[in-house]
């Protein structure tokens, strides 16, 4: 089924239609939960994020303006979410297992040597996004991973633009002390 758009779903939802609501889930839970993921750490906490955030957006979506696209308003739940349980949370030690999948299990790789040096630097890089600060990894998630233009990640977090530039410049110079740190230590090392 091709997918009509946004605002096409939110007005059939306005109008009581609530099963098209799922439409915009399928459409966003990927990117949410990622998103969610990566500031937290923690599958279990990204997945509930990532419903919740829904759930707030389904409940506020008469207040939603339109003025922006509805991921970017989606985005900023997600994100001030996801900042809020961080910020609750004290001193959790992430485990192995709260890593993506490409970042674990290096060990023992068997594969052709290109694929296993870009595996390795997948890790070094989702290593060092766990050594940020939740507001850095966000950062970093929407300008790299979900390719967002810093306008649209200003009204995500709040942050205007041009601090935001600042503060992304200094969180890449920050990921990049971690890996050659890492690198120089042999933090990650899978031989």
């Known amino acids: 089924m091709e997918y009509k758009g946004d605002i096409v779903y939110i007005e059939q939802v306005l109008a009581g239609n609530l099963n098209a609501y799922s ?12 998103l969610a993921f990566r500031i937290c750490g923690n599958t279990e906490e990204a997945e509930e994020i990532a419903q919740d955030s829904f759930l707030k957006a389904f409940r506020s979506l008469r207040s939603f303006k339109m003025k922006s696209s509805f991921s970017t308003w989606l985005y900023r739940i997600v994100y001030n ?9 004290k001193n959790r030690v992430l485990s192995l297992e709260d890593f993506p999948a490409d970042a674990k299990d290096f060990i023992g790789y068997d594969a052709n040597e290109e694929v296993a040096v870009e595996e390795y630097r997948k890790s070094l890089v989702n290593f060092a996004l766990q050594k940020l600060t ?3 990894r966000a950062l970093i998630t929407l300008f790299y991973y979900e390719e967002m233009n810093p306008g649209e990640i200003a009204e995500v977090t709040g942050i205007n633009k041009t601090n935001l530039k600042v503060k992304l410049f200094r969180a890449r110079r920050k990921m990049q002390e971690i890996i050659e740190k890492a690198e120089k230590k042999k933090l990650i090392c899978h031989e």
């Not at 439409?23 to 990622?34: G, L, P, S």
């Open 23 to 34: 439409h915009i889930v399928n459409r966003y839970k990927d990117k949410a939960f990622n």
């Open 81 to 89: 979410s996801s900042i809020s349980q961080v910020r609750t949370r």
């Open 134 to 136: 939740e507001e850095d």
